[in-house]
């Protein structure tokens, strides 16, 4: 069971459940098809992303296996909501678990990314006590993959033309890392 202390706090952001006040700053993003573009959802209209958000706000915690942890990330600085970060308690026997995240444009190539995802690694080894976890994206996705890597995680995996996805067929990559190897960040 994860039920974070928040705000969680990194050196530039908070981590925080979401609220229906964020419905403006997620729908910024969440609307943009290159945003969309490698996820399993298409660019959304205000009204799905207001449904979204609802899904959201009730995932402030991990009381169960397969539940879902959703965390909004804010800057610090200005208090913009700049990213969207999940983690899936997938096997709570094995110890597995699977991040997830999204973040606006406006603010890659900064290390933000990179900072909220350890944050959420660290909840899941050293709060919930996952052996594993692991993060899937498709294999165009570079931006993805280059975070997976700059946390540390290894490519396990590359399935060829494994799905259908948005009309094509796409290759995936599966990254993961183990308690064992996780050094949080110094």
Same mark, same amino acid.
Not at 39 to 51: M, S, V
Not at 106 to 114: I, N, P
């Given at each position: 069971m994860l039920k974070p202390p928040y705000p969680l706090e990194t050196p530039r952001l908070l981590l925080r459940p979401f609220t229906m006040d964020d419905l403006d700053e997620l729908?910024?993003?969440?609307?943009?098809?290159? &945003?969309?573009?490698? %996820?399993?959802?298409?660019? @959304?209209?205000?009204?799905? #992303?207001?449904?979204? %958000?609802? #899904?959201?706000i009730g995932?402030?915690?991990? %009381?169960? /296996? =397969? /539940? &879902? !942890?959703? &965390?909004?990330? +804010? !800057? @610090? +600085?200005? =208090?913009?909501?700049?990213? /969207?970060?999940? !983690?899936?308690? @997938?096997?709570?026997?094995?110890?597995? =678990?699977?991040?997830?995240? &999204?973040?606006?444009?406006?603010?890659? =190539?900064?290390? !933000?990314? #990179? +900072?909220?995802?350890?944050?959420i690694l660290r909840l899941g080894f050293d709060v919930l006590g996952l052996h594993r976890v692991y993060g899937r994206c498709d294999a165009r996705n570079t931006p993805s993959a280059r975070l997976m890597e700059r946390l540390g995680m290894r490519r396990e995996a590359h399935f060829v033309e494994n799905e259908m996805f948005k009309g094509e067929w796409s290759d995936e990559f599966v990254y993961a890392i183990l308690q064992k190897e996780w050094k949080p960040a110094a």
């Open positions: 729908h910024a993003f969440h609307s943009r098809p290159d &945003v969309a573009r490698y %996820l399993y959802w298409d660019a @959304r209209t205000r009204d799905e #992303t207001e449904e979204a %958000l609802g #899904t959201k995932r402030a915690e991990l %009381l169960e /296996d =397969g /539940d &879902v !942890l959703s &965390v909004a990330v +804010e !800057l @610090r +600085e200005t =208090g913009a909501l700049i990213g /969207d970060l999940s !983690l899936f308690w @997938r096997d709570a026997e094995h110890g597995q =678990g699977e991040i997830g995240f &999204v973040f606006h444009p406006a603010y890659q =190539g900064r290390g !933000l990314a #990179t +900072e909220a995802s350890r944050e």
